[in-house]
């Protein structure tokens, strides 16, 4: 949620013959070079031609082509040798882990995203036996004016996000399902949810029962406010994709009366003190490099330190903030706890609480074992910092 991924929508000379446009929501750049295929193109030659930076437009039938990506992806997770010098870092280390596991995601994410299928400006697929995705379609990329031409990938990405957003996630602290949208941040991981459903409101709620949820997301947290009595809560997010969400998720709660968005800063201009602030920030330091990432990552900490360094001016006397974190950063040996709590203090605050919980998603449990990261994960712990002025 510190940065916005803007869509690349571009006509590169390998497209210019096409009437087509080429399309990326996480801003990839057009292909350099581009070939027709079919499937008489073997999956080692089109994995190949992939690595090679050779996009592949695919012509033949829709259920080929995906039968062609699993292919490659089976080829790409292959493992290969990783070269070393004296003067690398420790490969044992979590951090060179973490670094390594990121350098492979987006690996396969490059190779992978080469093979591209045609959308025509009804969001249809233009190839035999495509399911229809319009509505899939419609709602992650708009009203569009020409054909486009999309990684499969990514269009699998839109379908699966769609079906979410139809299903919606079942929030048991609400008792009810969040939705959440394409290229918006998906609340499946409910401890956290559970930990602001349970923190004790601050004393000033009693007296002013407003609140601001900063990088909103679904809105989850500000519904969960809402829920609890706090009659005005203002949500910002650096996403207006997660904006529209919250506000549609507000409406289908009841609770479009209490929660309103407020615009994408972080915090809300021109708007009075208030008892409490919620910020749920992405939990890792690092740059994202797609949509769903601006959740995950958080670069240079901007979004953490934005909250701390304004939130003791945003608070009326018997106010609080609170600062919803895992310690998988410190784990992992990107961010050290009194980084944090120098971070805190620095910003002319004080922790006067701290409510911990421990993770129940798959990556910490026995399915996640083949996970590289998966023993800081199983070691985890998220909390709810309670901040007040110093």
């Not at 036996?129 to 379609?137: C, I, K, L, M, T």
């Not at 992650?140 to 499969?152: C, H, K, M, T, W």
């Not at 609890?228 to 904006?243: C, E, K, M, Q, W």
């Given at each position: 949620?510190?940065?916005?991924?803007?869509?690349?929508?571009?006509?590169?000379?390998?497209l210019?013959?096409?009437?087509?446009?080429?399309?990326?929501?996480?801003?990839?750049?057009?292909?350099?070079?581009?070939?027709?295929?079919?499937?008489?193109?073997?999956?080692?030659?089109?994995?190949?031609?992939?690595?090679?930076?050779?996009?592949?437009?695919w012509?033949?039938?829709?259920?080929?082509?995906?039968?062609?990506?699993h292919?490659?992806?089976?080829?790409?997770?292959r493992?290969?040798?990783?070269?070393?010098?004296?003067?690398?870092?420790?490969?044992?280390?979590?951090?060179?882990?973490?670094?390594?596991?990121?350098?492979?995601?987006?690996?396969?994410?490059?190779?992978?995203?080469?093979?591209?299928?045609?959308?025509?400006?009804?969001?249809?697929?233009?190839?035999?036996?495509?399911?229809?995705?319009?509505?899939?379609?419609?709602?992650?990329?708009?009203?569009?004016?020409?054909?486009r031409?999309?990684?499969?990938?990514?269009?699998?990405?839109?379908?699966?996000?769609?079906?979410?957003?139809?299903?919606g996630?079942?929030?048991?602290?609400?008792?009810?399902?969040?939705?959440?949208?394409y290229?918006?941040?998906?609340?499946?991981?409910?401890?956290?949810?559970?930990?602001?459903?349970?923190?004790?409101?601050?004393?000033?709620?009693?007296?002013?029962?407003?609140?601001?949820?900063?990088?909103?997301?679904?809105?989850?947290?500000?519904?969960?406010?809402?829920?609890?009595?706090l009659r005005?809560?203002?949500v910002?997010d650096?996403?207006?994709?997660?904006?529209?969400?919250?506000?549609?998720?507000?409406?289908?709660?009841?609770?479009?009366?209490?929660?309103?968005?407020?615009?994408?800063?972080?915090?809300?201009?021109?708007?009075?003190?208030?008892?409490?602030?919620?910020?749920?920030?992405?939990?890792?330091?690092?740059?994202?490099?797609?949509?769903?990432?601006?959740?995950?990552?958080?670069?240079d900490?901007?979004?953490?330190?934005?909250?701390?360094?304004?939130?003791?001016?945003?608070?009326?006397?018997?106010?609080?903030?609170?600062?919803?974190?895992?310690?998988?950063?410190?784990?992992?040996?990107?961010?050290?706890?009194?980084?944090?709590?120098?971070?805190?203090?620095?910003?002319?605050l004080?922790?006067?609480?701290?409510?911990?919980?421990?993770?129940?998603?798959?990556?910490a449990?026995?399915?996640?074992?083949?996970?590289?990261?998966?023993?800081a994960?199983?070691?985890?712990?998220?909390?709810?910092?309670?901040?007040?002025?110093?």
């Amino acid at each position: 949620m510190s940065d916005t991924h803007r869509p690349t929508t571009a006509t590169p000379s390998a497209l210019s013959a096409l009437p087509a446009t080429w399309h990326s929501e996480n801003g990839t750049p057009p292909p350099r070079r581009l070939i027709a295929a079919d499937d008489s193109l073997r999956a080692e030659a089109a994995y190949r031609l992939a690595c090679e930076g050779t996009a592949l437009l695919w012509q033949g039938a829709y259920p080929d082509a995906l039968r062609l990506l699993h292919a490659m992806r089976r080829r790409a997770e292959r493992p290969r040798p990783q070269p070393r010098s004296v003067s690398d870092p420790d490969p044992d280390s979590p951090a060179e882990a973490f670094r390594k596991h990121r350098r492979e995601r987006a690996r396969l994410a490059r190779v992978l995203g080469m093979l591209l299928v045609p959308l025509d400006t009804d969001h249809r697929v233009t190839l035999d036996r495509a399911p229809d995705v319009r509505e899939a379609g419609l709602a992650a990329y708009g009203p569009l004016l020409d054909n486009r031409i999309v990684s499969l990938r990514e269009l699998l990405g839109v379908i699966g996000a769609h079906q979410w957003r139809v299903r919606g996630v079942e929030v048991p602290a609400l008792g009810a399902r969040i939705h959440p949208h394409y290229g918006v941040f998906s609340p499946v991981r409910g401890e956290y949810v559970d930990l602001v459903a349970r923190a004790p409101l601050p004393p000033a709620a009693l007296i002013h029962p407003t609140a601001h949820d900063l990088g909103t997301g679904t809105g989850v947290l500000a519904a969960v406010l809402a829920r609890r009595g706090l009659r005005r809560v203002p949500v910002t997010d650096a996403n207006p994709r997660a904006l529209a969400c919250a506000r549609d998720n507000a409406h289908r709660l009841g609770l479009a009366g209490r929660i309103e968005t407020a615009g994408t800063a972080l915090y809300p201009p021109g708007t009075d003190r208030t008892a409490l602030v919620v910020c749920n920030p992405p939990w890792l330091p690092g740059r994202p490099t797609s949509t769903l990432d601006q959740g995950v990552y958080d670069q240079d900490s901007r979004m953490l330190h934005g909250f701390l360094d304004g939130l003791a001016d945003r608070l009326l006397p018997g106010g609080e903030g609170w600062l919803i974190l895992s310690d998988l950063a410190e784990r992992l040996g990107l961010r050290s706890r009194a980084d944090l709590l120098g971070a805190v203090s620095g910003a002319g605050l004080r922790v006067i609480g701290r409510l911990d919980t421990v993770p129940r998603h798959p990556r910490a449990t026995g399915t996640g074992r083949s996970d590289p990261l998966h023993r800081a994960r199983a070691d985890e712990v998220t909390s709810l910092w309670r901040l007040a002025p110093a």
